[in-house]
């Protein structure tokens, strides 16, 4: 149980499109996901927090305009890269939280997407 | 603010040799304290988390993990390496009753047969 699916798992666009990230929970309802940005050979950093039915609540230093959160469903929540620039370049990674877990803040990861953009 | 320190950036081990994964955080009040494993090309899994009880923790895999309030602490352990432990290991942690969790940088192993 608990499984998180990304879609797509590789994207290489143009500088300048933007390009649409889906992260679902398969077989539970999510109220809470997160999006992680992970560097080659470094650590995941929280990008925001997305809520079903409100808006994402993004960490500091996160543009909220470039990297747009939508968190619509109980199963599905998009991150879409606006506008990108080589720089956005990376290992995207979504995680979600099981409410009928309780009070466990345990997380459940997708495989993540790999955005090149050229 | 809360943050994690890993301490080994990279740790290589010969078969059947003891590992142990240095975790230390910064958080005063009660936290929540996770181990998860990324394999080469997987998705992080669980390893084990820590709540409250017994603060020696068994996982998944022969993997356990002991949280020392009193140095910040909750290192990694396996008595016994295998080759297929070769991966990534992160420390995180979650406190304050805040959802996110705030990961170390990751502790890269290397399993020699």
């Known amino acids: 149980g608990a499984v998180v699916s990304q879609h797509p798992s590789r994207v290489i666009c143009k500088s300048g499109t933007s390009v649409k990230i889906e992260c679902r929970s398969l077989d539970f309802q999510a109220t809470t996901m997160f999006w992680y940005r992970q560097f080659p050979k470094q650590s995941l950093m929280l990008m925001a927090t997305?809520?079903?039915?409100?808006?994402?609540?993004?960490e500091q230093g996160v543009e909220k305009d470039k990297f747009l959160i939508n968190h619509a469903s109980l199963t599905l929540s998009t991150l879409t890269v606006t506008s990108a620039h080589p720089e956005d370049s990376s290992f995207y990674i979504c995680?979600?939280?099981?409410?009928?877990?309780?009070?466990?803040?345990?997380?459940?990861f997708g495989p993540g997407t790999r955005l090149t953009v050229t | 603010a809360q943050s994690v320190s890993q301490h080994n950036h990279h740790v290589i081990l010969s078969e059947a040799a003891s590992l142990e994964l240095g975790c230390n955080y910064s958080y005063g009040g009660t936290v929540n304290l996770f181990w998860y494993v990324q394999y080469p090309g997987q998705h992080l899994q669980l390893l084990l988390k820590y709540f409250s009880g017994d603060p020696l923790v068994k996982g998944i895999k022969g993997f356990e993990a002991e949280f020392i309030k009193s140095k910040f602490s909750f290192n990694l352990r396996k008595p016994s390496v295998q080759w297929s432990d070769t991966a990534e290991y992160f420390c995180a942690v979650n406190g304050g009753g805040y959802n996110k969790l705030i990961f170390g940088a990751g502790t890269r192993l290397a399993v020699h047969p």
């Open positions: 995680s979600a939280r099981d409410p009928s877990k309780g009070q466990s803040y345990e997380q459940y």
């Open positions: 997305s809520n079903e039915g409100s808006k994402a609540t993004y």
